[in-house]
């Protein structure tokens, strides 16, 4: 099973166990029944924001969705499990990433490592709750942040609210860049 298939299923299943509709948890979140559908079944593979808002609709965190078993305390993970692209989730939107911790439960944030291809990427802005710090490892992008344009480059960081319209734009062919998304708990 590929991992947006099983992504997808985590999703169903974790909605169904709560016994919710496609179409509550989709007009929850803003979007079609159809795309949630087209998710569900591996189809399409969302980009993070709208796994967020799927997360915060089931009442769960992200790594919920990509992780089905859960530990407490430390998690290591060794940097054959994430130069391994075939372990990575490849969105829609034209990035993939890697979420480390995933299967730490009870968690305030979420670290992630990303590759944004030029050419690839969908022009799309992002909105969702939380703040993010990014860390640019490789290549070049501009990043925009509501009006904001910044150029980052290898050791740039940048620390924003995830409520602000952002989206990023890759001026070299690939670039490469951790983040880590934090939503304070209720």
């Known amino acids: ?3 947006g298939k099983q992504l997808g299923s985590r999703i169903r299943i974790i909605r169904k ?3 919710r509709t496609l179409e509550e948890i989709a007009k929850y979140c803003g979007f079609t029944k159809s795309l949630l559908s087209k998710i569900e079944n591996g189809v399409t593979t969302p980009p993070i924001s709208t796994l967020m808002k799927i997360a915060q609709a089931l009442g769960v965190t992200v790594s919920d969705l990509l992780e089905e078993n859960k530990i407490d305390g430390t998690v290591y993970t060794p940097s054959e499990s ?3 692209e075939s372990r990575w989730i490849q969105t829609e ?3 993939s990433f890697y979420a480390f911790g995933a ?3 009870d968690k305030i944030m979420q670290p992630y490592y ?3 291809k030029k050419g690839e990427i969908k022009s799309h ?5 939380g703040e993010e710090f990014l860390f640019i490892l490789a290549g070049e992008m501009k990043y925009r942040v509501s009006n904001t344009e910044y150029t980052l480059t290898p050791g740039d960081t940048l620390y924003f609210s995830s409520l602000e319209k952002h989206t990023l734009t890759p001026l070299t062919d690939e670039v490469r860049y951790v983040a880590v998304f934090a939503v304070k708990p209720e």
Not at 125 to 129: E, I, M
Request: proline share 0%; net charge neutral.
């Open 1 to 3: 099973m590929t991992i």
């Open 17 to 19: 166990q709560q016994n």
């Open 82 to 84: 994430y130069l391994d």
């Open 93 to 95: 939107k034209g990035y």
């Open 103 to 105: 299967s730490r439960q």
């Open 114 to 116: 990303f590759v944004a």
């Open 125 to 129: 802005s992002l909105s969702h709750d």
